[in-house]
C-alpha cells in the first residue's frame, strides 16, 4: 500500500495518490484549493461526470470525478476533494499510519505550548489561524489544521 501527499511546485494544486490493495488500481486524482465545480476543460474538451467507489475496511465512499476523454485524467471538485480527504485521513488514522512526531510540550509558568519542526513551518505564514480538533472530550489527542490564510 502506497500512500503519498505531493505538492507541485507550481500552481496551488495538490495531488493525492492512493494506492489500495483492496481497491486493485491506483486512484489519481487533483484537488484545487479554490472553490472548483466542474465540468473541468482538458485537451481543448469538457470534462464528464463519472462516479466512483471507494472502499476500505468495509467502509464504502461513493464519490463523483470529472474525468477527460481523451487523457482519462480525473478531477474533483472541491467538495468531494475536501470528502476524499478526509476519508483519508480517517484511514490512516484507522491504520494507524499517519506521520507521527512528538514535539516536548513546554510551559512557560501559564501556557502550554509546542514548537513546529522547522521543515513544517516553512509553509506557515504570520497571521495563519489553527483549527483545532478534538479527537477525544478530554482534548489529549488533537487534529491541528494550520489555516493558509496568513500574510504570504
Ligand atoms: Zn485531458
Given at each position: 500500500?502506497?500512500?503519498?501527499?505531493?505538492?507541485t511546485?507550481?500552481e496551488d494544486d495538490t495531488y493525492i495518490?492512493?494506492?489500495?490493495?483492496?481497491?486493485?488500481?491506483?486512484?489519481?486524482f487533483s484537488i484545487s484549493k479554490d472553490a472548483f465545480k466542474g465540468?473541468f476543460?482538458?485537451?481543448?474538451?469538457?470534462?464528464?461526470?463519472?462516479?466512483?467507489?471507494?472502499?476500505?475496511?468495509?467502509?464504502?465512499?461513493?464519490?463523483?470525478?470529472w474525468?477527460?476523454?481523451?487523457?482519462?485524467?480525473?478531477y474533483l471538485d472541491s467538495d468531494e476533494g475536501k470528502?476524499?480527504?478526509?476519508?483519508?485521513?480517517?484511514?490512516?488514522?484507522?491504520?494507524?499510519?499517519?506521520?507521527?512526531?512528538?514535539?516536548?510540550?513546554?510551559?512557560?509558568?501559564?501556557?502550554?505550548?509546542?514548537?513546529?519542526?522547522?521543515?513544517?513551518?516553512?509553509?506557515?505564514?504570520?497571521?495563519?489561524?489553527?483549527?483545532?480538533?478534538?479527537?477525544?472530550?478530554?482534548?489529549?489527542?488533537?487534529?491541528?489544521?494550520?489555516?493558509?490564510?496568513?500574510?504570504?
Open positions: 500500500m502506497k500512500q503519498k501527499i505531493k505538492s511546485n507550481s495518490n492512493l494506492k489500495e490493495k483492496d481497491l486493485g488500481e491506483e486512484v489519481k465540468p476543460t482538458c485537451h481543448g474538451k469538457k470534462t464528464v461526470l463519472a462516479n466512483k467507489k471507494l472502499s476500505f475496511n468495509g467502509i464504502e465512499h461513493s464519490y463523483s470525478v474525468r477527460c476523454k481523451a487523457c482519462k485524467k480525473e470528502k476524499l480527504e478526509r476519508l483519508w485521513i480517517f484511514k490512516g488514522l484507522m491504520e494507524d499510519k499517519l506521520i507521527t512526531m512528538e514535539r516536548n510540550m513546554n510551559y512557560d509558568g501559564k501556557t502550554y505550548f509546542f514548537r513546529f519542526p522547522k521543515e513544517m513551518s516553512s509553509n506557515f505564514h504570520k497571521g495563519d489561524t489553527v483549527d483545532i480538533k478534538l479527537l477525544t472530550p478530554s482534548g489529549t489527542r488533537l487534529l491541528i489544521e494550520v489555516k493558509g490564510n496568513g500574510k504570504k
